[in-house]
Structure formats: structure tokens, C-alpha cells
């Protein structure tokens, strides 16, 4: 019995949570799929999972072992994906992003593989709240670090850095004056990023740790581009990544506070589930839409 395909298995076992709806998954018998449990568990001599007659669960060691088979398939899949170079991506491809970046970058990068690919279906999801790829059924993810949950159940790589910077409009700096360094920013309204109706803290390199600012609010909401929109119409300070703030920068919309202060830096991340079954072509996807995005946001001067 092949070792290769037991991982296989097993991951799908633990992914959908009972023996029978791995079988239908994978076209096998559940009597098949428990000698491929049993066969991993004799290699590893110990339970990988803990059966009732209601529900099922991982050990410790099966828990240990479901990480690194996820990692070993995958190195497969990319193995299968290089010797498939060849041929032409095609059927769904669906991806998730942060609503900004997603709308300006994303977006962009993924039109270009529509046409260079036209026999892709690709389905591209925005919104800053990240869901759960395996359950929503996603091939890929662009997410703004650091990275939540189990790491363990993801593949990914940093594929662009956003600088966040500070800016305001010239009238709004007519008004009430500049800044001269980050604690006076505590007398300044400003226009904040929020979540759930909480606006986030603005941080900022300093040494070897990180200035945490957390200014009056004027004006927040979920979505950059709205908060972009208030900085320029004069209602206070923002902090947003500066590819978004650039165009406006230089049209003169906005002017840059603080320009000598280090700005902070976010990873931007393409993101997979850790899954044998994933396609060599969509791999293949994936490596040109890195390359895209890359190239979008290197042609903006601002990575």
C-alpha cells in the first residue's frame, strides 16, 4: 500500500472529519480508507485518531503527523506542477483579498491572467475579513500580515511589503498645522482604519520596538479608500499604505506629514491550503499572479 497515498488519506480524513466523507471525496470504499488509516498507524506505531461512535479526533501524534503530511504532499503537488509546466491553466480559479489592495492590485494582476489564460474561471472575493479557505472552497488568498490561526494548515510566501505612511491635505495642514514629531499627533484629528466599530492603533518603528499612537478620531471606517477620500476633503491626519496615497501626493491633494519618520512595514502574502489535492495548474496561476502583483506595485516606486 503506497505510503504516499495513506497521507493522502489521512489528511482528507482529518480535513472532513469522518472516515465516509473522505470516501466520497476521494472515490474509495470506507473500508479502504481505514486500511489506510490502519496501514500509517502500524508505520507510526500509534493512534493517529481518537474513533467514537459519534465523532472522531486527532492525537497528539496525529496531530503531529497531519502537519507535516501536509507539507509533504505539497512539496509533491509543486513537484507535479514543474513537470506540467506545459499546459495552459484552465477551469475556477477563486481568490480572496483585502478590499484595497484587492480592488487596485489584485484585480489588475488577476485581468492580466484572465488574458493571458482565457481558459481560467477565475472568481475573485474581497472583503478585510478573512475566511476560512478550505470551508469557503478558496484556491488562493492575498492577506496583510502578520498571519492569524494555524500556520500548520497554510502554505505562504511573502509576495509584496506595503509602507504605511502619514498624510493630510494642505488645507487641513493651513488649519491646524503640522506635526513636528509622533507624540503631537495626540493633538491632531485624524482619519483611522477601524474593525467592528474600534479604530486601530498606529504603529511605528522605534529602535528595536514598535511607538503605539493612538490619536482622536475624527472620522474612521473599514474601507482605505473612504478614509483616503476624508484626508483629502480636510478632516484630518490618515496613516494608509503609500501606494494608495502616492497618486494623490503627487497631484498635491495631499501632502506627506512627517516624511523624515520611518514608516511601518506590512508583508503582504499569497496564501494556500496546505492540501494534496491541489492543482498543478492552479500552482502554476499562482506563481504568475505573484508576479504581476509585484510587478504592479514595483512599477508604483513603492516596494
Same mark, same amino acid.
Given at each position: 500500500m503506497s505510503r504516499l497515498k495513506s497521507l493522502t488519506v489521512f489528511v482528507r480524513v482529518a480535513e472532513l472529519g469522518s472516515f465516509a466523507a473522505a470516501a466520497r471525496d476521494l472515490e474509495l470504499s470506507p473500508a479502504m480508507v481505514g486500511n489506510h488509516i490502519r496501514a500509517l498507524e502500524e508505520w507510526?506505531?500509534?493512534?493517529?485518531?481518537? #474513533?467514537?461512535?459519534?465523532?472522531?479526533?486527532?492525537?497528539? +501524534?496525529?496531530?503531529?503527523?497531519?502537519?507535516?503530511? #501536509?507539507h509533504v504532499l505539497a512539496g509533491m503537488a509543486a513537484l507535479e506542477s514543474l513537470a506540467e509546466r506545459g499546459e495552459e491553466p484552465s477551469g475556477p480559479l477563486r481568490l480572496s483579498a483585502p478590499i484595497g489592495i484587492g480592488r487596485h492590485v489584485v484585480a489588475p494582476a488577476l485581468?492580466?491572467? +484572465?488574458?493571458?489564460?482565457?481558459k481560467l474561471k477565475i472568481e475573485l472575493r474581497l472583503s478585510d475579513l478573512p475566511e476560512d479557505m478550505v470551508k469557503s472552497g478558496l484556491d488562493l488568498a492575498i492577506r496583510n500580515g502578520p498571519l492569524p490561526g494555524d500556520e500548520a494548515s497554510l502554505i505562504a510566501r511573502v509576495i509584496a511589503r506595503q509602507t504605511l505612511i502619514l498624510a493630510a491635505s494642505p488645507s487641513y495642514l493651513t488649519a491646524y498645522g503640522s506635526p513636528r514629531n509622533l507624540g503631537d499627533l495626540l493633538q491632531h484629528k485624524t482619519v483611522r482604519y477601524s474593525r467592528y466599530g474600534r479604530p486601530r492603533p498606529w504603529l511605528f518603528p522605534s529602535g528595536e520596538s514598535v511607538e503605539q499612537i493612538d490619536p482622536p478620531t475624527a472620522? %474612521?471606517?473599514?474601507?482605505?479608500e473612504t478614509l483616503c477620500d476624508a484626508a483629502r476633503e480636510g478632516l484630518g491626519i490618515t496613516w494608509l499604505p503609500?501606494?494608495?496615497?502616492?497618486?494623490?501626493?503627487?497631484?498635491?491633494?495631499?501632502? %506627506?506629514?512627517?516624511?523624515?519618520?520611518?514608516?511601518?512595514v506590512v508583508d503582504t502574502f499569497l496564501i494556500r491550503p496546505a492540501s494534496?489535492?491541489?492543482? +498543478?495548474?492552479?500552482?502554476?496561476?499562482?506563481?504568475?499572479?505573484?508576479?504581476?502583483?509585484?510587478?504592479?506595485l514595483n512599477s508604483w516606486g513603492v516596494i
Amino acid at each position: 500500500m503506497s505510503r504516499l497515498k495513506s497521507l493522502t488519506v489521512f489528511v482528507r480524513v482529518a480535513e472532513l472529519g469522518s472516515f465516509a466523507a473522505a470516501a466520497r471525496d476521494l472515490e474509495l470504499s470506507p473500508a479502504m480508507v481505514g486500511n489506510h488509516i490502519r496501514a500509517l498507524e502500524e508505520w507510526f506505531s500509534t493512534p493517529l485518531l481518537l #474513533r467514537t461512535t459519534r465523532q472522531q479526533s486527532l492525537t497528539d +501524534a496525529g496531530q503531529e503527523v497531519l502537519a507535516k503530511a #501536509r507539507h509533504v504532499l505539497a512539496g509533491m503537488a509543486a513537484l507535479e506542477s514543474l513537470a506540467e509546466r506545459g499546459e495552459e491553466p484552465s477551469g475556477p480559479l477563486r481568490l480572496s483579498a483585502p478590499i484595497g489592495i484587492g480592488r487596485h492590485v489584485v484585480a489588475p494582476a488577476l485581468r492580466n491572467l +484572465a488574458r493571458t489564460y482565457p481558459k481560467l474561471k477565475i472568481e475573485l472575493r474581497l472583503s478585510d475579513l478573512p475566511e476560512d479557505m478550505v470551508k469557503s472552497g478558496l484556491d488562493l488568498a492575498i492577506r496583510n500580515g502578520p498571519l492569524p490561526g494555524d500556520e500548520a494548515s497554510l502554505i505562504a510566501r511573502v509576495i509584496a511589503r506595503q509602507t504605511l505612511i502619514l498624510a493630510a491635505s494642505p488645507s487641513y495642514l493651513t488649519a491646524y498645522g503640522s506635526p513636528r514629531n509622533l507624540g503631537d499627533l495626540l493633538q491632531h484629528k485624524t482619519v483611522r482604519y477601524s474593525r467592528y466599530g474600534r479604530p486601530r492603533p498606529w504603529l511605528f518603528p522605534s529602535g528595536e520596538s514598535v511607538e503605539q499612537i493612538d490619536p482622536p478620531t475624527a472620522f %474612521m471606517s473599514d474601507d482605505i479608500e473612504t478614509l483616503c477620500d476624508a484626508a483629502r476633503e480636510g478632516l484630518g491626519i490618515t496613516w494608509l499604505p503609500s501606494w494608495l496615497l502616492a497618486p494623490h501626493i503627487a497631484a498635491g491633494t495631499l501632502a %506627506m506629514v512627517l516624511p523624515e519618520q520611518e514608516p511601518w512595514v506590512v508583508d503582504t502574502f499569497l496564501i494556500r491550503p496546505a492540501s494534496p489535492h491541489f492543482s +498543478a495548474q492552479v500552482l502554476l496561476a499562482a506563481d504568475v499572479l505573484a508576479e504581476g502583483i509585484f510587478q504592479i506595485l514595483n512599477s508604483w516606486g513603492v516596494i
